[in-house]
């Protein structure tokens, strides 16, 4: 592992909100007396009615129960909008950088209220009102996050589907919540292409009877189709509707919005995430991960359709009235130095994204960067899957100039903000490591047998206590909530990710430990890849495990059994890719297929993915217990086809 250390650079100490010894200090109280911790960290937001519980879990798995603030009340587009009009109305909100450079905007927070109540009494006209589920399927313009607040005004839950998702996958979404609106644009522009949302939420709302509403933000001006008296325009109906729009007061608890997010087995989990605490978590998570300091100019550049988009481009960002950059397009349009640019014409501060840009824009060399100046910038995050060392270096070096930190960040859907994290002006980092707990977390290495291990070891990440920010139950299904992470090691939170703690108790996550690959810093369950390929007519059987991939980080590698008598072609196996991308969209892609005329199983019939992924890394010779396996042959014809096709 990388012995290299960066320590604080004197710049970054002498404006942080916090050094080592605050950090030290403001952890131990967080984990020794959080009830007073989080309770005064709590009012970082605005209540309408103020708690007077802070913390009230338990993670038995007979009675799995998370709630903070719970006799507290509040509304999150209140924090985000209306507590900063009064100082800072005028002040941007949002900057939106458009697909084609030519296209930009900025939204004060006096515009984003306007647009924000608007939109929130179309809804409400049609009949949507606090609780109901509203899916947003929307490119990344600010009517997006407008849906967000509006929905979060009115007490709707949101659930928003990333605009690369397919129709299927759309359709099994707002099904499983019983969505009663969705909001969509004609089509999404990404990289000069045009993504049909409209066309694919007609499909998809075929199979959804639920659904009464459908707001059509117009992007493109391209032709559409309609359905009278389900679908409206969002330019007409906003145009005609009042520019006030009270606030509905939510209970902390109360849901804020779903996420579907992979798992290990079965279609996707609606994670659902509450009020209350998610917005004291993400908000204090964006000010002390980031060294947030007013008129900062601050660029994440995840997709709203992720839980990054969710707590840090529009709520943790907005809640703590910072200015929000937002993107529409993608990292190599018109060209590689597209990222640069933007931080250079916005002036960005702090920007962060994902190690899978960054190894694609290490690939294009040094010359796309140095093209920029990129002095604005002060600090730099990752986020999503861990970052290799060498596209650590490259990033601190080349685009940071040896100046900026970088906070690579540990989290996920569950846990609705950061939970493993250096502090900018606290921790000396080292490359690939996402260092220390975020205060209130309390993260345990355990064993196979759940041992908690101690010291410099290696293992499965659990969390011992919960932290505000916590997903509460899966929507419609706690009992699936609680056998997915809290059975495993009992009375512990399992994260399914592998981790090492090193001798100076920094922790460097190993990757997921369960049957979910993360390609691009994005979860696909193998189930559901599994799922998507036998529907095919021509295929019998499939196993999808995780292979590395240079720029992806994982990739999809599908191991593929034919129906008897269909000839396994060069053409099919495009078919087959095709047909993934369809069933679940572009991310589903697999990026290697293999034929498998029989797959590894144990005598009782279970697929022995480990062996499969022996294969897809070429470590044959190290394929670990073979006994059990029910017919040993079929491993060594995988092999063979796998030797041959090099
Ligand atoms: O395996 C971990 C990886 O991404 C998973 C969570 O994925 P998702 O819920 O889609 O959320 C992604 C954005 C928060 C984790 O279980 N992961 C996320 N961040 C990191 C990471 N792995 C290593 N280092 C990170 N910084």
Not at 69 to 77: F, K, S
Not at 614 to 639: Q, R, Y
Request: net charge negative.
């Amino acid at each position: 592992m990388s012995a290299q250390i960066f320590p604080v650079p004197t710049e970054v100490a002498s404006r942080a909100l916090v050094d080592d010894a605050k950090y030290q200090e403001m952890y131990d109280r967080s984990v020794k007396d959080p009830d007073g911790f989080w309770g005064d960290h709590g009012k970082r937001i605005d209540w309408f009615k103020p708690y007077t519980k802070v913390k009230n879990v338990s993670y038995d798995p007979h009675n799995v129960s998370i709630k903070w603030y719970e006799d507290g009340t509040l509304n999150a587009a209140y924090n985000c909008i209306d507590r900063h009009l009064e100082k800072r109305g005028d002040q941007t909100a949002i900057i939106w950088e458009g697909d084609d450079p030519a296209d930009d905007a900025k939204i004060t927070y006096r515009d984003l209220h306007g647009h924000v109540c608007r939109l929130a009494n179309v809804l409400k006209a049609r009949g949507v009102k606090k609780g109901d589920r509203v899916c947003i399927y929307m490119p990344m313009i600010p009517e997006a996050a407008y849906a967000m607040l509006a929905c979060a005004r009115i007490g709707a839950v949101h659930s928003i589907v990333f605009g690369g998702f397919s129709p299927d996958a759309l359709a099994g979404r707002i099904q499983d919540s019983d969505c009663v609106a969705v909001i969509t644009s004609d089509e999404g522009l990404r990289g000069g292409k045009k993504v049909p949302l409209k066309a694919n939420a007609d499909e998809a709302l075929a199979n959804c009877p639920s659904v009464k509403t459908c707001v059509v933000v117009k992007r493109t001006g391209s032709a559409i189709n309609w359905v009278d008296n389900r679908d409206i325009w969002y330019h007409e109906a906003t145009e005609a509707a009042s520019a006030d729009c009270p606030c509905e007061e939510m209970n902390a608890e109360d849901p804020l919005f779903i996420l579907y997010t992979s798992g290990s087995t079965g279609k996707p989990k609606g994670v659902l995430h509450t009020t209350g605490g998610y917005m004291v978590y993400a908000s204090m998570t964006h000010e002390y991960v980031f060294d947030y300091h007013d008129g900062d100019v601050y660029w994440c550049t995840a997709d709203v359709g992720w839980v990054t988009g969710h707590s840090y481009i529009v709520y943790g960002p907005l809640a703590n009235g910072a200015i929000s950059l937002m993107f529409e397009g993608v990292p190599s349009y018109p060209d590689a130095s597209r990222f640069w640019q933007v931080c250079d014409k916005h002036q960005v501060n702090t920007f962060y994204t994902a190690p899978t840009a960054i190894r694609a824009l290490m690939r294009e060399g040094n010359a796309p960067v140095e093209k920029c100046k990129l002095d604005s910038l002060r600090l730099l995050g990752s986020v999503g899957e861990p970052i290799n060392p060498e596209a650590w270096i490259w990033y601190y070096e080349v685009v940071g100039k040896k100046r900026c930190p970088i906070v690579d960040t540990w989290w996920q859907t569950e846990t609705g903000g950061i939970l493993i994290t250096p502090l900018p002006g606290a921790t000396a980092l080292k490359p690939g490591s996402a260092t220390r707990p975020f205060f209130g977390v309390q993260p345990e290495i355990v064993d196979g047998e759940g041992k908690v291990l101690d010291g410099a070891t290696e293992g499965n990440l659990c969390i011992s206590e919960s932290w505000p920010g916590q997903m509460r139950t899966v929507y419609g299904d706690h009992e699936r909530f609680v056998q997915t992470y809290f059975t495993t090691y009992p009375g512990k939170y399992f994260t399914g990710d592998g981790c090492r703690r090193d001798e100076d108790g920094y922790y460097w996550i190993t990757g997921r430990v369960d049957d979910v690959i993360n390609v691009s810093g994005h979860r696909m369950g193998t189930a559901e890849v599994e799922s998507a390929l036998v529907l095919h007519k021509d295929v019998a059987e499939a196993a999808v495990v995780g292979a590395p991939h240079d720029i992806k980080g994982q990739g999809i590698y599908a191991y593929v059994t034919l129906n008897v008598g269909v000839e396994p072609t060069d053409a099919l196996k495009k078919e087959l890719v095709q047909w993934v991308r369809h069933e679940i969209g572009p991310i589903a892609s697999p990026d290697w297929l293999q034929w498998a005329p029989g797959l590894p199983k144990t005598r009782s019939g279970k697929i022995m993915r480990r062996i499969l992924r022996k294969i897809a890394e070429d470590e044959f010779s190290n394929l670990g217990d073979t006994s059990t396996l029910a017919d040993p042959g079929v491993v060594d014809n995988l092999i063979d086809q796998r030797q041959n096709r090099k």
